[in-house]
């Protein structure tokens, strides 16, 4: 056996410390194992098997994503666990709009110097992310980096493979005018938005992370650290039951503005009323505290809808109280209508 690397440990790099860890780290990836996992966590390399039975011309469909600035707060309130959701969730959120059901999931977690309370935190708030979207954690890594980040800070990035048949990927291009767009309600501010939160909060009105401002319900921390909604159940769901749902949208980063048009065809537009949804909260705090201009709300956060479907109006009340008895709330949020060359893809009144 090497003896211990002392001089490493001098440097900032404990090889021991990580080494437990990943022990840890195993039996919470084991509780994630589904169907396809080969593999144990510690390998070189993750390997899952693709049920050839189950697809017939399979399309494997991948994202990554990170959590972001929201880190800063976490770090601040000492809560570590939602942002192993929100990692999960940011990923497999993305891959879900094509009809994809995610298999499996990635972590790599960045410290200055890893503490173990920590890291634990963020991969149970993973497997617990990986659990409820149905996705195995195969694999992943922890790094040890001294003088990259100081005080309690860490990064996070999270990768996620997914699949569905060819003839069954929703690209929005059966997307037609008087199609109806459904919003699915969002858990708070998700993992977007935080430079401006934080700046708002933390530098113009110098609030702490215990205080309840007026408005709200609960102390900031617990508000901001609200780990980000998963929609693989709801989406799967439906499309399992066999409705096809011709185009989703997730509301993260860029908000109803930049997100929709991603999926509509050319000479469509959306056309959104924002009063058909009762905005949570906080968004009207930041909005009337901040200052922030309505466009400028729609196209920072999610307002309160963090995915949006697209759908044939006669098929709306099927799936209304299909997703009403998963306990889902789901708002008729607006409809699509032609486009002319020169306007906006989404309108929001």
Request: charged share 25%.
């Amino acid at each position: 056996m090497p003896t211990k690397a002392k001089r490493y440990a001098e440097a900032g790099v404990d090889i021991e410390a990580a080494d437990k860890l990943v022990t840890k780290i195993k039996k919470l990836a084991a509780t994630t194992f589904r169907r396809g996992v080969l593999t144990e966590i510690g390998g070189f390399a993750g390997l899952f098997a693709l049920n050839t039975d189950r697809y017939k011309n399979p399309v494997l469909v991948s994202s990554t994503d990170g959590v972001g600035t929201k880190i800063k707060v976490a770090v601040a309130a000492g809560k570590h666990r939602g942002i192993g959701v929100d990692l999960v969730a940011m990923c497999v959120n993305d891959i879900i709009v094509t009809g994809a059901a995610p298999m499996f999931f990635l972590d790599y977690l960045a410290f200055g110097k890893i503490d173990e309370k920590v890291a634990l935190e963020l991969i149970e708030g993973i497997a617990s992310g990986c659990k409820e979207a149905d996705c195995a954690l195969i694999g992943g890594e922890t790094a040890e980096m001294p003088g990259m980040y100081t005080g309690g800070e860490y990064d996070c990035v999270g990768f996620t493979v997914g699949v569905v048949d060819r003839d069954e990927i929703i690209d929005g291009s059966e997307i037609a005018v008087g199609d109806v767009i459904l919003g699915l309600a969002s858990n708070g501010l998700h993992s977007n938005g935080f430079s401006l939160v934080r700046r708002i909060v933390f530098e113009e009105l110098k609030l702490s992370l215990d205080d309840i401002p007026e408005g709200l319900e609960r102390p900031l921390a617990e508000e901001l650290l609200r780990p980000t909604k998963i929609y693989v159940r709801q989406v799967l769901g439906l499309l399992k039951q066999g409705f096809r749902l011709k185009g989703l949208a997730h509301i993260t980063g860029g908000g109803f503005y930049d997100n929709i048009p991603r999926v509509l065809p050319r000479g469509c537009k959306a056309v959104i009323n924002k009063n058909s949804w009762t905005r949570p909260a906080i968004f009207n705090f930041l909005q009337e505290k901040g200052q922030i201009p309505e466009e400028e709300m729609f196209q920072t956060f999610n307002c309160g809808i963090g995915m949006v479907l697209i759908v044939s109006p006669e098929k709306l009340q099927d799936i209304k109280l299909i997703l009403e008895g998963m306990k889902e709330k789901a708002f008729e949020i607006g409809y699509i209508e032609a486009r002319k060359e020169d306007e906006p893809s989404v309108i929001i009144g």
